[in-house]
């Protein structure tokens, strides 16, 4: 009996992932619930457990293949590890000798379940001409079986691949002695998306930035003050964003086409708060959502930022984590950044920059004294913001910063 | 004693639910006023109709057999005899039902049933007996009845309905037959072939509503040459009993000057209603839809706990093969199992000669829908099979997706039209492109080889053109 493994639920608007990379060989004893690879969508990395222990049958689909939810990935045979391959070897005698590892396959190809082989003429033509398994296509005909216009669609978005990437390479090649010494990597399905995602930002939106400054004095004064007693109560560092948070949403209350965005010819104007927070991973730049971050208190957002930003790093967020923001933040001060124009998360209409803290001298009441600034910046549609929305936001951000009783008091 | 389920009607749709429902382990008894079981279908419609189809198909073929070098004098009429072999036809067919529901232990009541509350059926028999019925479940399969125009009163002797005209007592000399559809285009080919000037008057400026337009237009031509008259975008307003005949008033749909057109017999075949009466369906709240339908959801349930309805009194095609589905469906989701009947996949057939059947979309709806297809067709001029046979017209059209090749709809004219659309109803059940059906091999010579060539010429590859 073999088990199959399957592309999981990816989740809405993902109709597709790459495979990162298997842990295990085929041969190789598997238990359940046991990671055995891990899958790349535009969104995350995620893993795929085991669905049942036994030993690792064939690999259907390979390192870097595309798929789609619900495709064979590959199969785990009933049996413990070493039982199964033992007997063949031997009574092979010497020429089967090198491949051992194929022996434990040929079970699970040929009593994998029908429907995932029972393809019509059609799709076998197509498998057959432009190299996409159709196992690891998701179906929509009968009982998920993989029809034409299934394999049509899985080559026409690069399931094959031949000819789809082809007219993307148009780099002249490098002279002789440069080319030995470059290293062609595939982008992973995580920094296309990103690419693709700036770029079509950058090509949609009439973007621009205004720019601000705040003095960080009286937050990091009631920081100072209260940080112990806030991490003995809540359990969680008292850091920058909760605040940063409270008075992104106070002054999207105030101006509502931030917060909204352009469908065709209308504005949708969103009576919810959905933060993003930008994370630097490894990988790439994810941007986890607080959900309905005004109901929350400080603590709340500070710890739900918190639990994405350890999850992050380990790949373990889910796609409904990162969908639905309506409005992001991102901090590239972390990173020692004086000052950017970040580029929009679409289809928001507002991304907030935070920078670097930094003491710089400032005037106060004619004398000159020290501070910690920090220069933020906001970058907005301005198809639907004007410009004095954008500046006014950006002030009543400061403002709160400056005096964080305005967010007590919903000044 | 108390039923898991009773079935109220034992045609298509309700004698198959009792036999799935009781094949699953219910306890079931059926419920049916006709004397025989088989409902419309077996009775009066779907058999009797088909019987005199081929029988008088037969009588029309057997003046061509000189031409294949068989020597035989002219065939004669006995249409005694015909009607005799119709209705022996017939007895078979019911006494098997009756035996299948024996077979499943099923308990048959004879008698008109009445719903008198959720789990209650109340049967009354012919001789006025009556009887109570306890039951979890009720699934209503009444089926439906004739249409009736305002002011024209069928008799069954020179004004008739389908029923009528499958026992005329002789041919007539001029049939009317008032309505282009399935069933008044099969009768008018049954007294046409025996003899009878047919003439056929629709409101519409069209035969067969609801078809694929071309397969109309030319299954319209080929009627005609058969000797068929058609006055389309026509209404009757009125019918007149003459002496042993009637004449009737046809005025222009769009208005305009009336004629009249004299009949021996006049057929009206203007559609069938659901058939509700005498159920006390307003009694117990079972809710209707605004052409009388009862209103089910997508599991046969009517707003009415306990309650099912399937078949020709809930909407969809009145066919007795979707009445069938409906049953096997609604005894399975009864039985705790996920009943299904795919809408999308519906075989539709006129048993005339040649055949028309066509399942899935018409250009026409694709077209609406704004879908982009392409088609193919293949003339039985070019299929061999037909040619030796002599039996060329017509011809086979795939209706595919632009985009991914799906098989969307397939209209065929032909012989044994309606055999060939099953090959087509399972591709389509399964999602296959034309493609698909153009890559499965088909035996030569026969006339299912037209099938693959449409197939291929979707693809603008069909061998044979
Ligand atoms: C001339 C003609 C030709 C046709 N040819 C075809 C064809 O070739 N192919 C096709 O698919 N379809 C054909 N049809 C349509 C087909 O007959 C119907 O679609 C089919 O019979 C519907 O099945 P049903 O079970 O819903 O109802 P029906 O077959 O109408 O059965 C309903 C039964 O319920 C009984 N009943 C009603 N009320 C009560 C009550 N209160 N108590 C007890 N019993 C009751 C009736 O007596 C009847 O026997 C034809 C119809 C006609 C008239």
């Given at each position: ?202 090509n949609t939106a009439a973007m621009l930035t205004t720019f601000n400054d705040v003095d960080m004095s009286a937050v990091m004064n009631l ?189 | ?465």
């Open positions: 009996m073999a088990t199959e493994i399957r592309v999981p639920t990816l989740g809405e608007s993902v109709s597709e992932a790459t495979i990162g990379r298997w842990f295990k060989k085929p041969g190789d004893p598997v238990k359940a619930d046991e990671p055995v690879l891990e899958l790349e969508t535009d969104k995350v990395t995620l893993e795929v457990n085991a669905p049942a222990s036994g030993t690792l049958g064939e690999i259907v689909a390979k390192d870097g293949e595309t798929v789609s939810p619900g495709a064979v990935l590959g199969s785990i045979v009933e049996g413990g590890a070493g039982a199964a391959p033992a007997a063949a070897p031997k009574a092979e005698a010497p020429k089967a000798a090198p491949a051992p590892a194929a022996t434990p396959a040929p079970v699970p190809t040929a009593a994998a379940p029908g429907a995932a082989k029972d393809h019509g003429p059609a799709v076998a033509r197509l498998a057959a001409e432009s190299g996409v398994n159709p196992a690891s296509v998701g179906g929509t005909g009968k009982d998920g079986r993989v029809t034409k216009g299934d394999m049509l669609a899985a080559i026409a978005t690069g399931g094959a691949s031949a000819p789809a990437p082809a007219p993307m390479q148009m780099r002249a090649p490098s002279a002789p002695v440069d080319a030995e010494r470059e290293e062609r990597v595939k982008m992973t399905k995580l920094r296309q998306t990103i690419a693709r995602r700036l770029k079509d930002a950058q920081r100072n003050q209260y940080k112990d007693v806030f991490e003995k109560k809540h359990g969680t560092k008292l850091g920058f964003m909760g605040f940063f948070t409270k008075a992104v949403i106070q002054a999207l209350k105030e101006l509502p086409a931030v917060n909204a965005e352009i469908d065709g010819t209308d504005i949708v104007y969103k009576n919810y708060y959905h933060i993003g927070i930008a994370v630097g991973t490894e990988k790439g730049l994810v941007v986890p959502v607080v959900r309905d971050a005004d109901l929350l208190s400080v603590a709340g957002i500070e710890k739900t930022i918190a639990d994405f930003g350890r999850r992050a790093r380990d790949g373990k967020l889910a796609i409904e984590e990162m969908q639905g923001g309506t409005f992001t933040i991102t901090n590239g001060g972390i990173y020692g950044s004086l000052m950017s124009t970040p580029i929009l998360n679409a289809p928001q209409s507002g991304i907030l920059g935070m920078h670097r803290i930094e003491e710089r001298p400032v005037v106060r009441n004619g004398q000159v004294v020290v501070r910690p600034m920090m220069y933020l910046a906001l970058s907005y549609d301005h198809r639907i913001v004007d410009g004095k929305e954008a500046v006014t936001f950006l002030v009543r951000v400061k403002e709160a910063l400056e005096d964080p009783a305005r967010l007590v008091l919903d000044l | 004693m108390s039923y898991d389920l009773i079935v109220i009607g034992t045609g298509p749709g309700g004698y198959v639910c009792a036999i799935r429902a009781a094949q699953l382990g219910l306890k079931t008894a059926v419920v049916e006023k006709r004397k025989t079981h088989g409902g419309t279908c077996l009775n009066v419609g779907c058999i009797p109709s088909k019987a005199l189809l081929h029988a008088s198909h037969m009588f029309q073929d057997a003046q061509h057999f000189a031409e294949m070098g068989i020597g035989v004098s002219a065939p004669t009429l006995d249409l005694k005899k015909m009607l005799a072999f119709k209705q022996e036809g017939v007895e078979g067919n019911t006494k098997g039902v009756e035996f299948l529901l024996k077979k499943n232990k099923i308990d048959a009541f004879h008698g008109t049933a009445r719903i008198a509350a959720a789990g209650q059926v109340e049967v009354t028999g012919e001789d006025g007996s009556n009887q109570m019925l306890e039951t979890k479940n009720i699934v209503i399969a009444t089926g439906s009845d004739v249409t009736r125009l305002p002011g024209i009163e069928i008799d069954e002797k020179v004004v008739v309905s389908s029923t009528g005209a499958l026992e005329l007592e002789s041919v007539p000399k001029r049939l009317v037959v008032i309505g282009a559809g399935v069933i008044g285009l099969e009768l008018g080919s049954v007294w046409r072939r025996l003899g009878s000037e047919v003439t056929v008057v629709e409101y519409l400026d069209r035969i067969l509503p609801g078809m694929d337009g071309e397969v109309a237009k030319n299954f319209q031509r080929i009627l005609s040459k058969q000797g068929f008259a058609f006055k389309l975008g026509a209404k009757v307003t009125k019918v007149e009993k003459t002496g042993n005949g009637a004449t009737l008033t046809v005025e222009p749909a769009a208005g305009g000057n009336a004629e009249t057109l004299e009949a021996d017999v006049v057929l009206v075949a203007v559609g069938r209603v659901p058939y509700t009466q005498g159920l006390g369906l307003d009694k117990v709240g079972v809710q209707l839809d605004n052409r009388g339908r009862i209103q089910t959801d997508a599991h046969f349930s009517t707003n009415v706990t306990g309650i099912y309805a399937i078949g020709d009194v809930i909407a969809g095609p009145m066919l007795a093969h979707k009445a069938e589905d409906e049953g096997v469906a609604v005894a399975e989701i009864l039985a705790g199992k996920a009943g299904h009947v795919n809408y999308d996949v519906i075989p539709s057939v006129v048993y005339t000669f040649p055949e028309v059947a066509s399942v899935g979309k018409t250009e026409e709806e694709l077209k609406a829908a704004g879908i982009a297809y392409n088609a193919g067709k293949f003339p039985f001029t070019a299929n061999g099979r037909a040619k030796v046979n002599r039996t060329t017209d017509g011809f086979v059209k795939i209706l595919a997706d632009a985009a991914t090749d799906k098989v969307l709809g397939v209209h065929i004219i032909g012989p044994e039209a309606g055999n060939l659309i099953h090959e087509a109803a399972i591709a389509m059940e399964f999602g296959a492109s034309s493609e698909d059906m153009a890559r499965t091999c088909h035996a030569h010579p026969t006339l299912a080889e037209a099938v693959k060539e449409a197939a291929l010429a979707v693809e603008k590859r069909a061998i044979h053109m």
